[in-house]
């Protein structure tokens, strides 16, 4: 496979892929690897509000279910297919 010289587009440092779709230096990848791991290990206080609205489908509140359980069934129907539907 040829290699293909192309320009990061985070740094502006040129690099070389094999994948000429490639947009970002193996130096950002694995920098922006590392930020994002960083951000995955950090306490959920840190950055909450940035993260909430991306990580809302996979956290779904026991206890505010568990509160729904106790209100009505109406409730907890909206509860569940909010919890299996978090785009609606
Ligand atoms: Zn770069």
Redesign the pocket.
């Known amino acids: 496979m040829s290699k293909t010289k192309i320009r990061?587009n985070?740094?502006?440092?040129w690099?070389q892929s094999a994948n000429a779709k490639e947009v970002?230096?193996p130096?950002?990848l694995q920098k922006a690897r590392k930020e994002k791991m960083a951000a995955k290990a950090a306490p959920p206080s840190a950055g909450k509000a940035a993260t909430a609205t991306a990580t809302s489908a996979a956290l779904v509140d026991p206890e505010a279910i568990a509160k729904a359980i106790t209100v009505a069934p109406a409730v907890i129907a909206r509860a569940i297919i909010a919890a299996l539907l978090p785009t609606a």
Do not use: I, L, N, P
């Open positions: 990061c985070t740094c502006g440092k690099f970002t230096c130096d950002c």
